[in-house]
């Protein structure tokens, strides 16, 4: 008897559902059991997360905090991954989204420039910033056939030092330098208040503040569900991502159409560090010791493979991962064990990795007699 694994001619509706949420469950099981293995119970953890992340008071607010920035890095992975272009630079495009988006922010609400001209502003250079940072791996991928996996992964790297140098190693135009102590302790210009975005506050649990950002993130979400999926663009890119021979032979321009994805993935990228900077931090800043602490990116992968690419359930996603990083940082402790929401999360993305080989293909059991292969095959598995 022996195992084998066939392409699926069709691919049942109920497994797109099943197979994540199994990878969740399987996640959550395999930190079970390292929990137990470190002393630690694994029911009492587990609720110790969940009434961090979404029942103490406050609580929701954190994790909205956290999952808006993880829903933009999310989409984008989505968006270039569903062409099978692996754009790895979400983080380094939402660095350089800050940026720009800041840029916009502290010249324009400096000027006495009205909230909802400076916001737009906002939203439109954090968009091209994004893009520009993307379209080099777009280009790269397009012209000379280099493997933006690389390229853009190193750019994230780059983008961190290039924040890191407008900060703390020179005298930019985002760097605070009135003050007494401007100098001793370098920081972001605090953005004007008309470049600050609003929020909407829910009476629930305390009072729960609806980012602006989170909306756009939703708003995203359409744009891009509408676009793979109503649009000739959409077609194009899905006949792309399974064969480039046959994109290439019904006349799809595939050096137009990598870029046209690279630049919207970076586009929505960007989007989320103009969020970042005009809902949350209010300034743009850097780490002292040279390297940004690079996280958002990387969990947007989790979340998009999570969410088999859909961006509806990538908005979900981002708020069920948010709501764990949240009780992961409320909960670091002594009494906690370090380290619990980095495990699950990477348990995650494997199950959910190796859950796409059971939603493309069966196994099947194979009968043999006598070390040889029966000829007719036996039932799926």
Same mark, same amino acid.
């Given at each position: 008897?022996?195992?084998?694994?066939?392409?699926?001619?069709?691919?049942?509706?109920?497994?797109?559902?099943?197979?994540?949420?199994?990878?969740?469950?399987?996640?959550?099981?395999?930190?079970?059991?390292?929990?137990?293995?470190?002393?630690?119970?694994?029911?009492?953890?587990?609720?110790?997360?969940?009434?961090?992340?979404?029942?103490?008071?406050?609580?929701?607010?954190?994790?909205?905090?956290?999952?808006?920035?993880?829903?933009?890095?999310?989409?984008?992975?989505?968006?270039?991954?569903?062409?099978?272009?692996?754009?790895?630079?979400?983080?380094?495009?939402?660095?350089?989204?800050?940026?720009?988006?800041?840029?916009?922010?502290?010249?324009?609400?400096?000027?006495?420039?009205?909230?909802?001209?400076?916001?737009?502003?906002?939203?439109?250079?954090?968009?091209?910033?994004?893009?520009?940072?993307?379209?080099?791996?777009?280009?790269?991928?397009?012209?000379?056939?280099?493997?933006?996996?690389?390229?853009?992964?190193?750019?994230?790297?780059?983008?961190?030092?290039?924040?890191?140098?407008?900060?703390?190693?020179?005298?930019?135009?985002?760097?605070?330098?009135?003050?007494?102590?401007?100098?001793?302790?370098?920081?972001?210009?605090?953005?004007?208040?008309? %470049?600050?975005? #609003?929020?909407?506050?829910?009476? /629930?649990?305390? +009072? *729960?503040? !609806?980012?602006?950002?989170? @909306?756009?993130? $939703?708003?995203?979400?359409?744009?891009?569900?509408?676009?793979?999926?109503?649009?000739?663009?959409?077609?194009?890119?899905?006949?792309?991502?399974?064969?480039?021979?046959?994109?290439?032979?019904?006349?799809?321009?595939?050096?137009?159409?990598?870029?046209?994805?690279?630049?919207?993935?970076?586009?929505?990228?960007?989007?989320?560090?103009?969020?970042?900077?005009?809902?949350?931090?209010?300034?743009?800043?850097?780490?002292?010791?040279?390297?940004?602490?690079?996280?958002?990116?990387?969990?947007?992968?989790?979340?998009?493979?999570?969410?088999?690419?859909?961006?509806?359930?990538?908005?979900?996603?981002?708020?069920?991962?948010?709501?764990?990083?949240?009780?992961?940082?409320?909960?670091?402790? %002594?009494?906690? #064990?370090?380290?619990?929401?980095? /495990?699950?999360? +990477? *348990?995650? !993305?494997?199950?959910?990795? @190796?859950?796409? $080989?059971?939603?493309?293909?069966?196994?099947?059991?194979?009968?043999?007699?006598?070390?040889?292969?029966?000829?007719?095959?036996?039932?799926?598995?």
């Amino acid at each position: 008897m022996r195992f084998t694994f066939e392409r699926r001619l069709r691919q049942p509706g109920w497994l797109s559902l099943a197979v994540p949420v199994a990878s969740v469950l399987f996640a959550f099981f395999v930190a079970g059991i390292v929990l137990l293995a470190t002393g630690h119970n694994p029911l009492s953890t587990y609720r110790q997360l969940f009434d961090a992340a979404f029942l103490q008071t406050g609580s929701l607010n954190q994790t909205l905090i956290v999952a808006t920035p993880l829903a933009f890095t999310g989409l984008a992975a989505a968006a270039a991954f569903r062409m099978k272009l692996f754009n790895i630079g979400a983080e380094g495009q939402m660095y350089i989204g800050a940026i720009t988006g800041a840029a916009a922010g502290l010249y324009l609400g400096g000027n006495g420039g009205s909230s909802a001209f400076v916001i737009a502003a906002m939203v439109v250079m954090g968009c091209l910033g994004g893009t520009a940072w993307a379209l080099i791996p777009g280009v790269l991928r397009a012209f000379c056939k280099t493997n933006e996996i690389l390229t853009s992964l190193l750019l994230n790297y780059v983008a961190g030092l290039l924040l890191t140098y407008l900060i703390f190693q020179s005298q930019s135009y985002w760097r605070e330098t009135k003050g007494f102590n401007a100098s001793v302790f370098p920081t972001g210009k605090e953005l004007p208040p008309s %470049a600050v975005w #609003p929020g909407w506050t829910i009476h /629930v649990q305390g +009072g *729960i503040t !609806l980012p602006l950002g989170a @909306g756009f993130a $939703v708003a995203a979400a359409v744009v891009l569900w509408v676009l793979y999926k109503r649009t000739r663009f959409g077609f194009e890119a899905q006949v792309l991502g399974d064969s480039d021979r046959a994109a290439r032979y019904s006349g799809v321009r595939v050096r137009r159409k990598i870029l046209a994805v690279m630049a919207l993935s970076g586009a929505i990228a960007g989007l989320g560090g103009a969020s970042q900077v005009g809902d949350f931090a209010h300034s743009v800043d850097g780490d002292p010791n040279g390297l940004q602490k690079l996280g958002y990116g990387y969990t947007g992968i989790v979340i998009a493979a999570l969410a088999r690419y859909n961006p509806y359930a990538v908005v979900l996603v981002a708020f069920l991962m948010g709501g764990l990083e949240n009780a992961g940082n409320t909960l670091q402790g %002594a009494n906690f #064990p370090a380290g619990l929401v980095g /495990v699950i999360q +990477g *348990i995650i !993305l494997f199950s959910a990795l @190796g859950g796409e $080989v059971l939603i493309r293909h069966r196994v099947r059991i194979v009968r043999t007699k006598r070390g040889v292969a029966a000829t007719e095959p036996g039932p799926a598995a």
